[in-house]
């Protein structure tokens, strides 16, 4: 592996940290700015920023063809999302000796998870990278906005009017500096393929969702150290359901090519059982407030560590 590649990474990743912060904070002040509703800036301004990463990364992968790549980002994104982000964010309140309490609002949002990861792992069962198939999950996106906003209505959080100048030129700067940084996450990952021929879902599952997750992992880092634990639950709820809906998309739609051999099943398996372990344990705690459990996170960590041996090994 040469030099140039780990210059690839380093730089992709730090332009991906730095530039998606900045993404997100803009888009909200020009969305507040111009005039959208506190909604819309929650459900898509706030989603587009948090899940640009992988979405340009999955894009930059499927124009090469790399399709499989994509799924490997998707699945190893929101693994990671789960099993490292939020197993960080417990482990920070376990030793803090911080309880753990979630609203009983967030009860919709654990469903909907659970059900845009089974639609997920069917659609990867059968013909995922078929139009039809990228069609369905954008459907399915379409009516988890919808009930966002049914449900939502009256009671969106507010956003003050930004007096900073020059938003849209802000805006547009750190989406260019997001664009070349995923452009050179996915260079280095396509340049690992070929020099150590590896698989394309491991290095999807490993360089691109671990160089794409790192910003989510620091504000899970920081939300935790502040008791912010709700808000860090609420944003990976957010970004699994539009990295798994939205993302997973843009082969079928770029029209991407593959003969499936079910490689990435194993980590779908250990995918859903995340999911209902991080869903189960938040909808216990809406009923009884309790310390965070360290155990659940060693739990997590160890599925992380478990889902890699899977992606190698198949």
Known sequence: MTTLTFVYIFFGTAFVWKSAQKLEKY???S?????????LIGSTVIAFGTSAPEMLTSLFAALDN???MV???VIGSNVANIALVFGITLGVLFFKKEEFLAKPEISLN???LILSTLLICIILNFDPFNLYSSITLLAA?????????KTNTGNEPQFERSKEKYLLPKLLSSLAFLAIGAW??????LNILDTLGLGELFVGFTVLAIGTSLPEIVAALALASKGRYEAVAGTLIGSNIFNGLFVLAIPGIIGSSYSHNYEWNPSLVLLLFVTVVFCLYIFLRTKTPKRA????CILLFISYFLSLLLVYLY
């Open 66 to 68: 790399k399709a499989v």
């Open 293 to 296: 459990s360290l155990g659940i």
């Open 27 to 29: 888009s909200v002040l």
């Open 141 to 149: 996106l379409f009516v988890v906005i919808v009930i966002w906003y």
């Open 110 to 112: 654990l469903i909907i």
């Open 31 to 39: 969305a507040s700015k111009y005039g959208m509703s506190p909604f």
């Open 71 to 73: 799924v490997g980002n």
């Open 184 to 189: 050179l996450i996915t260079k280095g990952a």
